[in-house]
């Protein structure tokens, strides 16, 4: 599904990304782990072309982007949702016209199957009884959920969640990532950067450790949290315990 191949990235004279190759099979959920700068949100941002890799090739269902070419980077966006960290509803459109929103100016879907397909979406997510409120009035935990429908109405091939629980008030975490444990068992293919380990633990077909922008390590849940083989991992993996 995802192909990436002697990947590097640098900002300014500061390479960031340094030679990473990476594979995500089709219906896998692979968890990206490590300290706040390692690397990790560039890398998943470069699997939809939000960022550009300095050298390297990225390739998304078949379809690989070049760095000069806008249509090649949108036709890889159009195969993967993306959730952020802060939501990025549109504040003015309902939680129903959010998730309608690329139905109807992207897809050029008529406005009833549009909102047909934004009703159904909601209810997956557990929210079609505030469809009709604006983002204003809803949690910091509903809003992400309707950010994860407005990103599944477009039928991705692919999700990329980029810590999309670390805004959130400790008590709305677990409704988020229910929906998305739910998705895996759906067999969405996702990539996931976050810092709950205990979600990566239960959920991951396999983890990557990012460090100092390398994988330092890739390998199943027990490989990872059970025998990690490199100090950086088992540095981190004891930060993690303590706190």
């Known amino acids: 599904m995802i192909e990436m191949r002697d990947i590097h990235k640098s900002f300014g004279d500061k390479e960031v990304i340094k030679g990473v190759d990476l594979d995500v099979r089709d219906g896998e959920v692979v968890v990206l782990i490590g300290r706040s ?19 390297g ?3 998304v269902d078949g379809q690989t982007y070049s760095n000069k070419d806008k249509k090649s980077q949108i036709a890889v966006r159009q195969k993967s949702g993306m959730v ?6 549109f504040p003015h459109m309902t939680a129903l016209e959010n998730v309608m929103e690329g139905l109807v100016i992207v897809k050029k879907m008529p406005k009833e199957e549009a909102r047909r397909i934004a009703e159904n979406l909601l209810q997956k997510v557990g929210l079609n009884q505030v469809k009709n409120q604006y983002p204003s009035g809803l949690s910091g ?15 991705p091939k692919v999700m990329l969640f980029d810590e999309p629980t670390s805004a959130l008030d400790p008590e ?10 739910d998705l895996a068992a759906d067999g969405m293919t996702m990539v996931i950067v976050t810092h709950e380990m205990n979600f990566a633990k239960n959920v991951a077909n396999r983890i990557a450790f990012i460090h100092d922008g390398q994988i330092a ?18 540095r981190f993996l004891n930060i993690i315990e303590t706190r």
């Open 57 to 59: 090739t990225v390739t």
């Open 217 to 234: 390590e890739l390998g199943t849940p027990d490989d990872i949290f059970n025998h990690p083989q490199t100090e950086p991992l088992k």
């Open 84 to 89: 952020f960290q802060n939501y990025q509803l």
């Open 172 to 181: 709305l975490v677990n409704d988020v990532l229910n929906v998305m444990k």
């Open 141 to 155: 935990g509903q809003q992400q959920r309707v950010g994860i429908a407005r990103a599944l109405a477009m039928n």
């Open 37 to 55: 700068g390692s690397g990790k949100t560039t890398l998943l941002r470069m699997m939809n072309a939000l960022e550009l890799p300095t050298t």
